[in-house]
């Protein structure tokens, strides 16, 4: 007999759902209620009652097969699995263009080698297959300040902004444009708040890639991020 092997994704992510009865069954024996849980695709256990259900079925117990909500799953055939691990482990051995270091598993940064307006540099990053480089975690500015130290160049765009109108005590990042949930900001930063500063900067070394508000037009290095 042909075995199937199927595998099960979730469609949204985060934990599983609580298991629930996906069906109930009128069965003589206990190997009976195994073998529909085998036939039915979403059974990953089951329940055997044995024992008088009514009397009409005096000889007869109760298995109850037990799973998950259809809507919540996805199921995949072992290609489709082959394919998303291929996939998987392809964007792990890649690797990142020259020039580019490789932090994260799957990001590559970047430190330009000429000064450019943040306009000018975030298209430069772009027509790099990037963006300008986004600190998200206390990981990443540990690494953007070690990439930067090692440029030995003290102040580099990133691709933080500053909002404009009645948003400007905000902050927004490139690409997605929305607000910045993790900052590194310098003490007394950002303080350019009269619309002379509406671009962010990375300042090494003494404050290891501390953020700090900037003019768009004055020409920097930037650091540009590109994921695999
Ligand atoms: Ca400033």
Not at 55 to 64: D, E, I, L, P, V
Request: proline share 4%; net charge negative.
């Amino acid at each position: 007999m042909a075995t199937s092997l199927y595998f099960i994704k979730m469609r949204k992510g985060g934990p599983l759902p609580a298991p629930a009865i996906l069906s109930t069954h009128i069965v003589d024996v206990e190997e009976e209620c195994s073998l529909k849980c085998l036939e039915e695709l979403h059974c990953f256990g089951f329940n055997f009652n044995s024992g008088s259900i009514t009397n009409k079925y005096a000889s007869k117990s109760n298995c109850q097969i037990s799973g998950r909500n259809f809507e919540d799953m996805e199921i995949m055939d072992g290609n489709d699995w082959n394919e998303m691990k291929n996939q998987t482990e392809k964007q792990l051995d890649q690797n990142c263009p020259d020039n580019w270091t490789k932090f994260g598993g799957d990001r590559c940064y970047y430190v330009s080698e000429k000064t450019a307006t943040w306009a000018a540099a975030r298209a430069d990053c772009q027509a790099r297959g990037g963006d300008l480089a986004v600190p998200r975690s206390a990981e990443d500015s540990q690494h953007i300040y070690e990439v930067v130290n090692e440029r030995n160049v003290n102040r580099v765009l990133i691709g933080v902004y500053r909002g404009a109108g009645n948003l400007a005590n905000k902050f927004y990042t490139v690409g997605s444009g929305v607000e910045v949930s993790y900052t590194n900001w310098k003490r007394g930063e950002p303080n350019g708040n009269d619309g002379s500063e509406n671009c962010v900067a990375v300042k090494t070394p003494t404050t290891k890639a501390a953020w700090i508000d900037v003019s768009c037009d004055y020409p920097r290095y930037f650091m540009c991020e590109l994921i695999l």
